[in-house]
């Protein structure tokens, strides 16, 4: 029976028909099952390409799942760079074959070609005389490819590469297996254009970032609600607060000022840059603010450009105060010289008259008067001749004491002309210093001068400015020598005694004052080494104490 249903089955072919079949279904399976692995490899490339995934990292996910549907040794991307073509991945790498960083010559590489003709490229390299070999082929030969497969990267119509895959064996490709890899190149090349335009955005972003950081200015971004979203490491310093107390405060908080005062509201309401010099942190700051506006003209936010601008007025003050003080003394020097020749004949003849006179009389007294004030007027014209010779502004070892006596020679009388007392308390034994005797000079008459116009302003019939000199110890300057001159004037106003150092800061009259004095003081201070420290009460005066260096 068997043997006959045998027989049936070879009569009517219903072996080979099964046979057939089976072979047939395996075949379309297969199909289908390749299909599905080059749709998950374009989705791969699609799904896993993000800006942290590395193109090698890409490359090893591809050619897992290539290796399942083709013979794929190895996969190569190259890319133009500055008009050169560059091997920029190998994937998996080989030290025999290309390596990355190969620049492709314009001639004789088969990677150019395909990038100039745009086109792929199926290259047997079995066949490949070495004396006529392309660039690429004597490496590849090396490490056994037999072929190599080239399609150029185009994105957006502009070839950007070349992507290559090779392999050691002969295989039969079908035309939808070359629509595949077509695909795939052109899938990779919009992943790496995207990559590139995200790096090159991420590094300008950075450069911004960094620049924007490092500038030596405070910059602030700040919204239409007065908070600050945005500031650089100046701001950080300048404020010595950490990031968060900084983002809860607004910007008037932060810089404890008025919003009448601030140019911030005032671009606000005009939509126009506006810049202001405002007293912040006891320092002058200049503040410039710039509106950005969106399509529709709305303001979005502003831009604070802010710049501490002390030292700078300062230096400006002390330029304006040592021109005024060289035209003074080139003044003084030469009414000085005028002054002294008939100066010579007062006291000559004053003294040829003493001679000839009785002590006894009256006219003795008067003529005694008159010799004592041509001595009192000569030590004043050279101490004017002193303190005009900018070419002595030389530091050299002098006394603080000596300063003194040198500064009173000239102003002495007009204080006690205000019936104003002078209290002098002079260390004998006062350390020197290492310093200029004529820009010290400038300090004290400044600081005594200040303190007669305190006491002008005063009813009081025990007005006293007391003129003292001692040493002193500090932890930040070391061993000092100072002078502290005190008056039971006026006094200064708590809420301004922080802006008198200021440039151009004064609360007297046009004629009396230009705002100078204090600020180029303490600029001539400091450039000792030293500081000016001052100490008032509202009504009951003021103490101006200068501290220099001891001479080591």
């Known amino acids: 029976m068997k043997n006959r249903v045998e027989m049936i089955d070879l009569l009517t072919g219903v072996k080979s028909s099964k046979r057939s079949y089976y072979a047939e279904l395996k075949k379309t399976v297969f199909e289908l099952e390749k299909k599905n692995m080059q749709l998950e490899i374009i989705n791969e490339v699609t799904k896993s390409f993000n800006v942290d995934t590395s193109i090698d990292t890409l490359l090893h996910n591809i050619l897992e799942k290539l290796n399942q549907i083709f013979p794929v040794e190895r996969l190569y991307i190259s890319v133009i760079d500055k008009e050169e073509l560059i091997l920029t991945n190998v994937y998996p790498t080989n030290k025999l074959t290309l390596q990355p960083f190969t620049c492709f010559p314009r001639e004789n590489s088969l990677f150019r070609s395909v990038l100039e003709s745009k086109k792929p490229l199926m290259k047997n390299l079995v066949f490949e005389e070495k004396k006529d070999a392309f660039f690429e082929a004597l490496t590849l030969i090396e490490v056994g490819t037999q072929c190599i497969f080239l399609y150029p990267l185009v994105c957006k119509g502009k070839v950007i590469g070349v992507f290559c ?21 052109d899938q990779l090349a919009a992943c790496i254009e995207n990559a590139r335009l995200y790096n090159a955005v991420l590094k300008s972003q950075k450069e911004w970032e960094e620049t924007f950081r490092s500038v030596p200015s405070m910059i602030f971004i700040v919204d239409v609600n007065e908070k600050i979203t945005l500031f650089n490491d100046a701001v950080r310093k300048f404020f010595s607060v950490d990031d968060r107390f ?116 009256s006219e ?90 305190a006491l002008e302003e005063m009813d009081s019939n025990s007005k006293i400015i007391t003129i003292e000199t001692f040493e002193n110890m500090d932890e930040k300057y070391g061993a000092l020598v100072c002078i502290k001159i005190s008056d039971n004037g006026s006094g200064i106003d708590d809420r301004i005694i922080q802006e008198i150092f ?15 004095g204090l600020s180029v ?24 104490t200068l501290c220099i260096p001891k001479k080591t």
Do not use: W
């Open 165 to 185: 895959f090779e392999s050691k064996g002969q295989v039969e490709y079908e035309q939808s297996d070359y629509l595949f890899f077509q695909q795939l190149s």
């Open 521 to 544: 003081s303490l600029g001539i201070a400091k450039s000792h080494g030293g500081t000016i420290e001052v100490e008032s009460i509202p009504s009951e005066g003021s103490t101006f």
């Open 246 to 361: 900084i983002f809860q405060q607004t910007f008037h908080q932060l810089l404890d000022i008025q919003k009448l005062d601030s140019p911030l509201t005032e671009t606000y309401q005009t939509k126009q840059m506006t810049s202001r010099q405002l007293t912040i942190q006891n320092r002058i700051c200049e503040l410039e603010c710039y509106p950005s506006l969106s399509e529709e003209n709305e303001l979005t936010e502003v831009l604070v450009y802010m710049n501490d601008v002390t030292e700078k007025l300062q230096i400006e003050a002390q330029l304006i105060h040592s021109g005024k003080l060289a035209a003074i003394g080139e003044m003084a020097a030469g009414v000085a010289h005028e002054l002294n020749n008939p100066l010579t004949a007062v006291l000559g003849n004053s003294q040829l008259l003493l001679r000839t006179t009785e002590r006894e009389t």
């Open 364 to 453: 003795f007294k008067l003529l005694q008067d008159i010799h004592q004030c041509g001595i009192r007027c000569k030590h004043i014209i050279r101490s004017l001749l002193t303190f005009s010779r900018q070419d002595e502004y030389l530091f050299q070892e002098c006394s603080l004491n000596q300063v003194i006596e040198q500064v009173l020679n000239l102003i002495r009388y007009q204080i006690e002309q205000q019936n104003i007392m002078i209290d002098l308390q002079l260390d004998p034994n006062l350390a020197s210093i290492n310093g200029s005797l004529q820009q010290l000079e400038q300090i004290v008459i400044n600081l005594l001068l200040n303190a007669k116009q």
């Open 502 to 516: 200021n440039p151009f800061f004064t609360t007297k009259e046009a004629i009396k004052g230009s705002g100078l």
